[in-house]
């Protein structure tokens, strides 16, 4: 991928791209994220990690833990319409055969959290839609 490619792209600018190639300036969070989504890969593979151990994967497993612990007693929060908590669940899904794990740990456990508030809101054909989307979807890949 060249240097404009990766800057379209991103929606970075080329001098930026440039700069932090050549290591004159060091690219924000919200940056190595785009690059890492312009060109398919985890963004854990652009950072560098004096403490492999800790990275933004094991900082998110707090909040991860809590998501899951707390679907019988979801906070308050908004919740989508069913069709875009589909469309979110597949992309999570996508992020998982992708090993996108940064991302994965970043956004589930507030979708786990709205998935878990829209299944208590719901009734009837579409609170078993909901348990279809939340599980079959994460579970198993996309046909």
Known sequence: MTQQHLADASGASLGAVRKIER???SPSEAMVDAFAEAMGIDSSRLRHTPNPARTPVHDALPLLSAGIAAYDVPDDGPIRPLRDLRTAVNEASRWRLAAQYTRIA???PELLAELA???HA???SDRAELLR???VRTISPPA
């Open 23 to 25: 290591g004159e300036r």
């Open 106 to 108: 970043r956004k589930l």
């Open 117 to 119: 508030r829209a299944y």
């Open 122 to 124: 719901a009734y009837g």
């Open 133 to 135: 989307t939340s599980t």
